[in-house]
Nanobody, 120 residues
Framework: QVQLVESGGGSVEVGGSLRLSCVVS????????MGWYRQSPGKQREMVAT???????EYIDSVEGRFTVSRDDDKGAVYLQMDRLKPEDTGVYYC??????????????WGQGTQVTVDS
């Protein structure tokens, strides 16, 4: 069992920046995948950015070049630097990880979510 705690959400004007943090605690051997997902009003939850062992990253097209995902394995943390924010980035952002012994890369454990609001 692992626990994920996100922080760093808030309200920002268009073009502004926010940095989300997520710290993983509990028992695990290795964090295979760490990522950020979001659910915008009226939409399904979608992957925003993921980073797997070896620092291989993936981004949804709409945030490519504006968001940067990074991880600190010593701290059990994953970060999402969000720059040049747009109103369509508004939503609840969830941290997710996969710590399975099989080294899977699909999200299995989730944080409680943090609200990001971009004001136009």
């Amino acid at each position: 069992q692992v626990q994920l705690v996100e922080s760093g959400g808030g309200s920002v004007e268009v073009g502004g920046s926010l940095r989300l943090s997520c710290v993983v605690s509990g028992r695990y051997f290795r964090i295979n995948m760490m990522g950020w997902y979001r659910q915008s009003p009226g939409k399904q939850r979608e992957m925003v950015a993921t980073i797997i062992t070896g620092d291989l990253t993936e981004y949804i097209d709409s945030v490519e070049g504006r968001f940067t995902v990074s991880r600190d394995d010593d701290k059990g943390a994953v970060y999402l630097q969000m720059d040049r924010l747009k109103p369509e980035d508004t939503g609840v952002y969830y941290c997710a990880v996969n710590v399975s012994p099989e080294m899977g890369v699909t999200p299995e454990d989730w944080g409680q979510g943090t609200q990001v609001t971009v004001d136009s």
